[in-house]
Protein backbone atom coordinates (compact mmCIF):
# COMPACT_ATOMS: atom_id res chain seq x y z
CA UNK A 1 0.00 0.00 0.00
CA UNK A 2 1.67 3.07 -0.94
CA UNK A 3 0.49 6.44 1.21
CA UNK A 4 0.25 9.80 -0.32
CA UNK A 5 0.21 12.96 1.19
CA UNK A 6 -2.41 15.52 -0.08
CA UNK A 7 -0.67 18.88 -1.34
CA UNK A 8 -0.42 21.77 1.07
CA UNK A 9 -2.67 23.33 -1.36
CA UNK A 10 -5.54 20.83 -0.93
CA UNK A 11 -5.66 20.22 2.47
CA UNK A 12 -3.56 22.68 4.40
CA UNK A 13 -4.38 22.12 8.60
CA UNK A 14 -7.37 24.97 7.93
CA UNK A 15 -8.18 26.41 11.48
CA UNK A 16 -11.78 25.41 12.62
CA UNK A 17 -12.09 29.28 13.96
CA UNK A 18 -10.16 32.27 14.11
CA UNK A 19 -7.75 32.87 17.21
CA UNK A 20 -10.15 35.89 17.83
CA UNK A 21 -13.04 34.56 18.11
CA UNK A 22 -12.08 30.83 19.65
CA UNK A 23 -13.57 30.94 23.17
CA UNK A 24 -12.21 27.42 24.41
CA UNK A 25 -9.07 27.59 26.81
CA UNK A 26 -6.95 25.59 24.69
CA UNK A 27 -5.29 26.26 21.30
CA UNK A 28 -7.95 26.50 17.70
CA UNK A 29 -8.25 23.13 16.41
CA UNK A 30 -7.20 22.80 13.10
CA UNK A 31 -7.83 20.16 10.26
CA UNK A 32 -6.41 17.72 7.14
CA UNK A 33 -6.84 15.41 4.88
CA UNK A 34 -4.42 12.68 4.06
CA UNK A 35 -5.15 10.13 1.33
CA UNK A 36 -4.10 6.10 1.68
CA UNK A 37 -3.66 4.63 -1.55
CA UNK A 38 -4.45 1.26 -2.69
CA UNK A 39 -5.92 0.40 0.61
CA UNK A 40 -6.90 -3.36 1.26
CA UNK A 41 -9.76 -4.16 3.55
CA UNK A 42 -10.15 -7.21 5.25
CA UNK A 43 -12.77 -8.32 3.09
CA UNK A 44 -10.06 -8.06 0.21
CA UNK A 45 -11.41 -5.23 -1.68
CA UNK A 46 -8.64 -2.35 -2.72
CA UNK A 47 -9.63 1.22 -2.54
CA UNK A 48 -7.50 3.65 -4.83
CA UNK A 49 -7.42 6.63 -2.81
CA UNK A 50 -9.10 6.54 0.66
CA UNK A 51 -9.74 9.69 2.31
CA UNK A 52 -8.62 9.89 6.05
CA UNK A 53 -9.68 13.71 7.59
CA UNK A 54 -7.86 14.04 10.94
CA UNK A 55 -8.46 17.43 13.16
CA UNK A 56 -5.47 18.31 15.66
CA UNK A 57 -5.02 20.49 18.80
CA UNK A 58 -1.57 21.91 19.61
CA UNK A 59 1.80 21.60 17.97
CA UNK A 60 3.94 19.08 16.55
CA UNK A 61 6.12 19.73 18.87
CA UNK A 62 4.17 18.36 21.82
CA UNK A 63 3.97 14.62 23.11
CA UNK A 64 1.68 12.71 20.15
CA UNK A 65 -1.98 11.84 21.78
CA UNK A 66 -4.31 9.56 19.53
CA UNK A 67 -8.63 10.31 20.75
CA UNK A 68 -10.63 8.05 19.09
CA UNK A 69 -14.55 8.82 18.71
CA UNK A 70 -17.47 6.86 18.62
CA UNK A 71 -19.78 5.11 16.53
CA UNK A 72 -21.88 7.87 14.55
CA UNK A 73 -19.58 10.62 15.53
CA UNK A 74 -16.36 12.33 14.53
CA UNK A 75 -13.60 14.80 15.90
CA UNK A 76 -16.25 17.42 16.74
CA UNK A 77 -17.46 14.89 19.01
CA UNK A 78 -14.30 15.33 20.89
CA UNK A 79 -14.28 19.19 21.09
CA UNK A 80 -17.23 19.71 23.42
CA UNK A 81 -16.99 21.22 26.82
CA UNK A 82 -17.62 18.09 28.47
CA UNK A 83 -14.78 16.72 27.24
CA UNK A 84 -11.81 18.48 25.86
CA UNK A 85 -13.07 21.66 28.31
CA UNK A 86 -12.14 19.51 31.16
CA UNK A 87 -9.08 18.12 29.58
CA UNK A 88 -7.24 20.10 26.71
CA UNK A 89 -6.78 23.26 28.71
CA UNK A 90 -3.71 24.33 30.86
CA UNK A 91 -2.83 22.31 33.06
CA UNK A 92 -5.38 19.83 32.92
CA UNK A 93 -4.55 16.29 32.39
CA UNK A 94 -4.23 16.82 28.28
CA UNK A 95 -3.02 20.41 28.42
CA UNK A 96 -2.86 20.83 24.71
CA UNK A 97 0.51 22.94 25.39
CA UNK A 98 2.13 20.18 26.01
CA UNK A 99 0.78 17.16 23.75
CA UNK A 100 0.16 17.31 20.15
CA UNK A 101 -3.91 15.87 20.25
CA UNK A 102 -5.04 14.10 16.93
CA UNK A 103 -8.43 13.12 16.65
CA UNK A 104 -9.24 10.75 13.65
CA UNK A 105 -12.20 10.92 11.84
CA UNK A 106 -13.05 7.03 11.22
CA UNK A 107 -13.52 5.38 7.58
CA UNK A 108 -17.09 6.01 6.90
CA UNK A 109 -17.54 8.97 9.51
CA UNK A 110 -17.41 12.56 9.26
CA UNK A 111 -15.63 13.77 6.45
CA UNK A 112 -13.61 10.74 6.08
CA UNK A 113 -14.69 8.68 2.74
CA UNK A 114 -18.03 7.01 3.76
CA UNK A 115 -20.61 5.35 1.64
CA UNK A 116 -22.80 8.90 1.17
CA UNK A 117 -19.15 10.38 -0.75
CA UNK A 118 -21.13 8.44 -4.07
CA UNK A 119 -20.61 4.50 -3.44
CA UNK A 120 -23.63 3.69 -1.33
CA UNK A 121 -24.17 -0.02 -0.62
CA UNK A 122 -21.45 -0.48 -3.24
CA UNK A 123 -18.66 1.30 -0.50
CA UNK A 124 -16.70 -1.59 0.65
CA UNK A 125 -18.29 -3.59 4.57
CA UNK A 126 -15.65 -2.13 6.50
CA UNK A 127 -15.26 -3.12 10.39
CA UNK A 128 -12.71 -1.94 13.19
CA UNK A 129 -9.59 -3.38 11.87
CA UNK A 130 -10.22 -1.94 8.72
CA UNK A 131 -10.88 1.53 10.72
CA UNK A 132 -7.71 0.66 13.06
CA UNK A 133 -5.57 0.37 10.28
CA UNK A 134 -6.06 3.73 8.62
CA UNK A 135 -5.51 5.30 11.27
CA UNK A 136 -2.33 3.69 12.36
CA UNK A 137 -1.26 4.39 8.65
CA UNK A 138 -2.38 8.39 9.01
CA UNK A 139 -0.37 8.78 12.15
CA UNK A 140 2.57 6.93 10.85
CA UNK A 141 2.69 7.76 7.35
CA UNK A 142 0.91 10.75 7.18
CA UNK A 143 1.72 12.59 10.39
CA UNK A 144 5.26 10.68 10.59
CA UNK A 145 4.73 9.66 14.65
CA UNK A 146 6.75 6.95 15.83
CA UNK A 147 5.13 6.62 18.74
CA UNK A 148 2.51 8.07 20.83
CA UNK A 149 2.11 8.97 24.57
CA UNK A 150 -1.59 7.61 24.79
CA UNK A 151 -4.00 6.47 22.80
CA UNK A 152 -7.88 6.87 24.43
CA UNK A 153 -10.99 5.93 22.82
CA UNK A 154 -14.75 6.24 23.54
CA UNK A 155 -16.93 3.50 23.02
CA UNK A 156 -16.50 2.63 19.56
CA UNK A 157 -13.19 3.99 20.47
CA UNK A 158 -12.56 2.12 23.19
CA UNK A 159 -13.10 -0.70 21.78
CA UNK A 160 -10.60 0.55 18.81
CA UNK A 161 -8.00 1.27 21.26
CA UNK A 162 -7.48 -2.13 22.48
CA UNK A 163 -7.21 -3.00 18.71
CA UNK A 164 -4.40 -0.66 18.63
CA UNK A 165 -2.12 -1.89 21.90
CA UNK A 166 -2.83 -5.91 20.38
CA UNK A 167 -2.12 -5.08 16.73
CA UNK A 168 1.10 -2.57 17.51
CA UNK A 169 1.84 -3.16 21.31
CA UNK A 170 4.98 -0.55 20.99
CA UNK A 171 3.40 2.39 19.46
CA UNK A 172 1.90 3.78 22.76
CA UNK A 173 3.06 4.35 26.75
CA UNK A 174 -0.80 4.48 28.18
CA UNK A 175 -3.90 3.04 26.49
CA UNK A 176 -7.53 4.27 27.86
CA UNK A 177 -10.22 2.45 26.43
CA UNK A 178 -13.59 4.09 27.69
CA UNK A 179 -16.92 2.46 28.07
CA UNK A 180 -16.01 -0.26 26.00
CA UNK A 181 -14.61 -4.42 27.27
CA UNK A 182 -12.37 -6.53 24.73
CA UNK A 183 -14.65 -9.39 24.54
CA UNK A 184 -16.71 -9.75 21.52
CA UNK A 185 -19.81 -8.14 20.27
CA UNK A 186 -22.60 -9.94 21.59
CA UNK A 187 -25.22 -10.35 24.08
CA UNK A 188 -27.33 -7.18 24.56
CA UNK A 189 -25.18 -4.86 23.23
CA UNK A 190 -25.29 -6.54 19.85
CA UNK A 191 -28.83 -7.72 19.93
CA UNK A 192 -30.33 -3.95 20.31
CA UNK A 193 -27.84 -3.48 17.80
CA UNK A 194 -29.09 -5.76 14.98
CA UNK A 195 -32.74 -4.59 15.52
CA UNK A 196 -32.34 -0.83 15.02
CA UNK A 197 -30.50 -1.82 11.76
CA UNK A 198 -33.12 -4.21 10.51
CA UNK A 199 -35.63 -1.79 11.51
CA UNK A 200 -34.38 0.63 8.98
CA UNK A 201 -33.32 -2.25 5.90
CA UNK A 202 -36.98 -3.83 6.60
CA UNK A 203 -38.53 -0.15 6.02
CA UNK A 204 -39.72 0.68 1.78
CA UNK A 205 -38.30 3.78 2.07
CA UNK A 206 -34.92 2.59 2.15
CA UNK A 207 -35.49 1.03 -1.24
CA UNK A 208 -32.05 -1.50 -0.85
CA UNK A 209 -30.29 1.75 -0.16
CA UNK A 210 -31.14 3.85 -3.05
CA UNK A 211 -33.99 5.91 -1.34
CA UNK A 212 -33.91 9.90 -2.70
CA UNK A 213 -35.04 11.18 0.66
CA UNK A 214 -33.78 9.52 3.99
CA UNK A 215 -36.00 7.17 5.43
CA UNK A 216 -38.43 7.99 8.77
CA UNK A 217 -37.31 4.79 10.18
CA UNK A 218 -33.79 6.29 10.82
CA UNK A 219 -34.77 8.27 13.22
CA UNK A 220 -37.06 6.45 15.34
CA UNK A 221 -34.22 3.71 15.28
CA UNK A 222 -32.11 5.61 16.44
CA UNK A 223 -34.30 7.62 19.30
CA UNK A 224 -35.09 3.93 20.43
CA UNK A 225 -31.69 2.64 20.48
CA UNK A 226 -29.93 5.69 22.36
CA UNK A 227 -32.96 5.51 24.94
CA UNK A 228 -32.55 1.67 25.56
CA UNK A 229 -28.63 1.52 25.79
CA UNK A 230 -27.58 5.44 27.03
CA UNK A 231 -28.96 7.27 29.65
CA UNK A 232 -28.65 5.52 32.82
CA UNK A 233 -31.28 4.10 34.93
CA UNK A 234 -31.54 6.87 37.82
CA UNK A 235 -31.03 9.39 36.10
CA UNK A 236 -33.67 8.38 33.61
CA UNK A 237 -35.88 8.01 36.70
CA UNK A 238 -35.43 11.47 38.22
CA UNK A 239 -35.82 13.01 34.14
CA UNK A 240 -39.30 11.39 33.68
CA UNK A 241 -40.80 9.88 37.00
CA UNK A 242 -43.81 10.19 35.35
CA UNK A 243 -45.39 9.27 31.77
CA UNK A 244 -46.15 12.77 30.94
CA UNK A 245 -42.30 13.52 31.60
CA UNK A 246 -41.44 9.97 29.55
CA UNK A 247 -43.66 11.30 26.76
CA UNK A 248 -42.07 14.70 26.07
CA UNK A 249 -38.67 13.47 26.60
CA UNK A 250 -39.18 11.04 23.77
CA UNK A 251 -41.09 13.81 21.87
CA UNK A 252 -38.49 16.24 22.26
CA UNK A 253 -36.23 13.63 21.12
CA UNK A 254 -38.01 12.48 18.12
CA UNK A 255 -38.13 16.22 17.48
CA UNK A 256 -34.41 16.65 17.03
CA UNK A 257 -33.15 16.97 13.53
CA UNK A 258 -30.94 14.15 12.33
CA UNK A 259 -28.19 14.68 10.13
CA UNK A 260 -27.23 11.51 9.36
CA UNK A 261 -27.04 9.80 6.01
CA UNK A 262 -28.69 6.27 6.13
CA UNK A 263 -26.68 4.31 4.34
CA UNK A 264 -23.87 5.79 6.14
CA UNK A 265 -25.28 5.19 9.74
CA UNK A 266 -25.72 1.70 8.80
CA UNK A 267 -22.24 1.10 7.93
CA UNK A 268 -21.36 3.18 11.20
CA UNK A 269 -23.16 0.62 13.74
CA UNK A 270 -22.86 -2.63 11.26
CA UNK A 271 -18.61 -2.20 11.46
CA UNK A 272 -19.15 -3.75 15.08
CA UNK A 273 -20.66 -6.72 14.32
CA UNK A 274 -17.23 -8.89 14.04
CA UNK A 275 -15.51 -7.30 16.92
CA UNK A 276 -13.61 -9.13 19.81
CA UNK A 277 -9.87 -8.14 20.78
CA UNK A 278 -10.28 -11.16 23.24
CA UNK A 279 -7.69 -13.46 21.69
CA UNK A 280 -4.69 -11.34 21.75
CA UNK A 281 -4.90 -9.27 25.19
CA UNK A 282 -1.89 -10.91 26.52
CA UNK A 283 0.48 -9.03 23.43
CA UNK A 284 -0.40 -5.80 25.23
CA UNK A 285 2.66 -4.03 26.13
CA UNK A 286 1.27 -0.41 27.42
CA UNK A 287 -0.30 0.61 30.41
CA UNK A 288 -3.56 0.27 30.31
CA UNK A 289 -6.66 2.34 32.36
CA UNK A 290 -9.66 1.20 31.16
CA UNK A 291 -12.70 3.36 32.18
CA UNK A 292 -16.34 2.16 32.36
CA UNK A 293 -19.69 3.50 34.18
CA UNK A 294 -21.36 1.15 36.94
CA UNK A 295 -24.74 2.04 35.42
CA UNK A 296 -22.90 1.47 31.32
CA UNK A 297 -26.42 -0.01 29.90
CA UNK A 298 -23.85 -1.73 26.74
CA UNK A 299 -21.27 -3.22 28.98
CA UNK A 300 -22.85 -3.94 32.52
CA UNK A 301 -19.97 -4.54 35.37
CA UNK A 302 -22.07 -7.26 36.95
CA UNK A 303 -21.23 -9.61 34.33
CA UNK A 304 -17.55 -10.17 35.58
CA UNK A 305 -16.21 -9.71 31.66
CA UNK A 306 -14.20 -6.98 32.20
CA UNK A 307 -12.16 -7.86 35.67
CA UNK A 308 -11.91 -11.35 34.05
CA UNK A 309 -10.27 -10.44 30.68
CA UNK A 310 -8.07 -7.85 32.61
CA UNK A 311 -6.53 -10.15 34.15
CA UNK A 312 -4.49 -10.91 31.24
CA UNK A 313 -3.16 -7.64 30.56
CA UNK A 314 0.44 -7.29 32.50
CA UNK A 315 -0.03 -3.56 33.35
CA UNK A 316 -4.02 -3.20 33.50
CA UNK A 317 -6.66 -1.94 35.29
CA UNK A 318 -10.09 -0.88 35.70
CA UNK A 319 -11.64 2.52 36.87
CA UNK A 320 -15.45 2.03 37.40
CA UNK A 321 -17.37 5.30 37.73
CA UNK A 322 -20.47 4.77 40.38
CA UNK A 323 -23.62 5.15 39.11
CA UNK A 324 -25.86 8.27 40.54
CA UNK A 325 -28.26 10.29 39.28
CA UNK A 326 -25.34 12.55 37.28
CA UNK A 327 -23.91 9.90 35.50
CA UNK A 328 -25.76 9.08 32.28
CA UNK A 329 -24.87 5.21 31.55
CA UNK A 330 -22.98 4.15 28.46
CA UNK A 331 -22.77 7.82 27.79
CA UNK A 332 -20.95 9.20 31.09
CA UNK A 333 -17.41 9.07 29.79
CA UNK A 334 -18.56 11.65 27.09
CA UNK A 335 -18.07 13.84 30.78
CA UNK A 336 -14.50 13.59 31.49
CA UNK A 337 -15.32 15.34 34.72
CA UNK A 338 -15.84 11.98 36.09
CA UNK A 339 -12.27 10.49 35.43
CA UNK A 340 -10.27 13.65 35.03
CA UNK A 341 -7.88 13.19 38.09
CA UNK A 342 -7.47 9.25 36.85
CA UNK A 343 -6.47 10.05 33.76
CA UNK A 344 -3.56 12.63 35.42
CA UNK A 345 -2.53 9.59 37.64
CA UNK A 346 -1.34 7.60 34.50
CA UNK A 347 -0.10 10.39 32.66
CA UNK A 348 2.37 11.34 35.98
CA UNK A 349 3.09 7.67 36.49
CA UNK A 350 3.24 5.32 33.54
CA UNK A 351 6.64 5.24 31.85
CA UNK A 352 7.77 7.55 29.21
CA UNK A 353 9.38 5.92 26.45
CA UNK A 354 10.28 9.35 25.04
CA UNK A 355 11.88 10.15 28.27
CA UNK A 356 13.49 7.41 28.52
CA UNK A 357 14.69 7.28 25.25
CA UNK A 358 16.28 11.22 25.72
CA UNK A 359 17.41 9.83 29.20
CA UNK A 360 18.85 6.77 26.83
CA UNK A 361 20.49 8.91 24.91
CA UNK A 362 22.29 11.07 27.76
CA UNK A 363 23.55 8.47 29.29
CA UNK A 364 25.95 6.89 26.11
CA UNK A 365 26.92 10.19 25.78
CA UNK A 366 28.21 9.98 29.15
CA UNK A 367 29.86 6.45 28.92
CA UNK A 368 31.06 7.32 25.77
CA UNK A 369 33.04 10.44 27.27
CA UNK A 370 34.08 8.11 30.40
CA UNK A 371 35.57 5.95 28.50
CA UNK A 372 37.18 7.71 26.25
CA UNK A 373 38.96 9.50 29.37
CA UNK A 374 39.61 5.28 30.15
CA UNK A 375 41.02 4.91 26.64
CA UNK A 376 43.58 7.92 27.44
CA UNK A 377 44.41 5.83 30.75
CA UNK A 378 44.76 2.24 28.71
CA UNK A 379 46.63 4.01 26.10
CA UNK A 380 49.68 5.43 28.43
CA UNK A 381 49.59 2.30 30.37
CA UNK A 382 49.87 0.14 26.84
CA UNK A 383 51.56 2.20 25.04
CA UNK A 384 53.89 4.26 26.96
CA UNK A 385 52.26 7.56 27.76
CA UNK A 386 50.83 8.13 24.69
CA UNK A 387 47.56 9.64 24.84
CA UNK A 388 44.51 8.74 22.15
CA UNK A 389 43.78 10.70 19.77
CA UNK A 390 40.10 12.39 19.61
CA UNK A 391 39.63 10.33 16.88
CA UNK A 392 40.42 7.08 18.25
CA UNK A 393 37.88 4.11 18.54
CA UNK A 394 35.77 4.05 21.55
CA UNK A 395 35.24 1.43 23.79
CA UNK A 396 31.88 -0.69 23.18
CA UNK A 397 30.65 -3.65 25.47
CA UNK A 398 32.98 -3.35 28.11
CA UNK A 399 32.81 -3.84 31.85
CA UNK A 400 34.83 -1.23 33.43
CA UNK A 401 36.19 -1.85 37.29
CA UNK A 402 38.08 0.98 39.07
CA UNK A 403 41.32 0.46 41.68
CA UNK A 404 43.45 3.49 42.39
CA UNK A 405 42.08 5.09 40.25
CA UNK A 406 43.20 3.27 37.02
CA UNK A 407 40.50 1.71 34.60
CA UNK A 408 40.32 -1.89 33.70
CA UNK A 409 38.31 -2.84 30.53
CA UNK A 410 37.41 -6.40 29.78
CA UNK A 411 35.30 -7.76 27.49
CA UNK A 412 35.50 -4.80 24.97
CA UNK A 413 35.63 -4.56 21.29
CA UNK A 414 36.26 -1.56 19.52
CA UNK A 415 33.87 0.87 17.51
CA UNK A 416 34.05 4.35 15.54
CA UNK A 417 33.29 7.36 17.37
CA UNK A 418 30.21 7.58 14.83
CA UNK A 419 28.29 4.69 16.26
CA UNK A 420 29.53 5.80 19.63
CA UNK A 421 26.07 6.36 21.10
CA UNK A 422 24.74 3.46 19.28
CA UNK A 423 27.01 1.24 21.65
CA UNK A 424 25.68 -1.55 24.35
CA UNK A 425 27.31 -0.18 27.50
CA UNK A 426 26.06 -1.54 30.52
CA UNK A 427 26.47 1.41 33.52
CA UNK A 428 29.43 1.49 35.22
Not at 74 to 102: N, R, V
Not at 198 to 203: A, G, H, M, Q
Not at 374 to 387: F, K, N, T
Amino acid sequence: MKPFRVTAAIVGAITLACSAAWAADYPAPKTGDWIAKDFKFHTGEVMPELRLHYTTVGEPSGQPVVVLHGSGGSAASMLTPAFAGELYGPGQPLDATKYYIIIPDAIGHGKSLKPSDGLRTKFPQYNYDDMVDAQYLLLTEGLGIKHVRMIIGNSMGGMQTWIHGEKHPDFMDILVPMASQPTAMASRNWMLRRMMLETIRSDPDYKDGNYTTQPRSLKIANVFFGLATSGGSLAYQKLAPTAEKADKLVDDRLALPIKADTNDYLYQWGSSRDYDASPNLERIAATLLAINAADDERNPPETGIMERELKRVKNGKLYLIPASESTRGHGTTAQAKFYKQQLKEVLDTARNARCSAHRHDAHYQSMAARFSFGEMILGAAVGGGSVASPSAPVVSGAVASRSSGMVALTGATFISPSRARMSAVSPG
